[in-house]
């Protein structure tokens, strides 16, 4: 079981930029593929990126290709999401995941653990 703890968000204005850090604790971590999904209100969970165990091979979702980037550093035991060009409609709650598998994972049944989630706010 790999425990997270999410930390980085907050208020940007449109236009701007964050970088969410995630912080995994036991000795899973490196084996596993990790992902970010985010949630805003009164809308279903949304996943935005993935990136495998080892190696670079990466999923981004859609609406964040091109501006959002994912990476992970596994010596210490650390998932980022850079976040560029941020829009009102990224506002929501972003939390790190760790996957049951070391592939590319697209389904939330596909992760097992979950961090309790930090708030990014994009004003316009």
């Known amino acids: 079981q790999v425990q997270l703890v999410e930390s980085g968000g907050g208020l940007v204005q449109a236009g701007g930029s964050l970088r969410l850090s995630c912080a995994a604790s036991?000795?899973?971590?490196?084996?596993?593929?990790m992902g970010w999904f985010r949630q805003a209100p009164g809308k279903e969970r949304e996943l935005v990126a993935v990136?495998?165990?080892?190696?670079?091979?990466?999923y981004l979702s859609d609406s964040v290709k091109g501006r959002f980037t994912i990476s992970r550093d596994n010596a210490k035991n650390m998932l980022y999401l850079q976040m560029n060009s941020l829009k009102p409609e990224d506002t929501a709650v972003y939390s790190c995941?760790?996957?049951?598998?070391?592939?590319?994972?697209?389904?939330?049944?596909?992760?097992?653990?979950w961090g309790q989630g930090t708030q990014v706010t994009v004003s316009s």
């Open positions: 995941a760790a996957s049951r598998y070391r592939g590319l994972a697209t389904t939330s049944k596909d992760f097992t653990s």
């Open positions: 990136i495998v165990a080892i190696g670079s091979s990466v």
């Open positions: 036991g000795r899973t971590f490196s084996s596993v593929a």
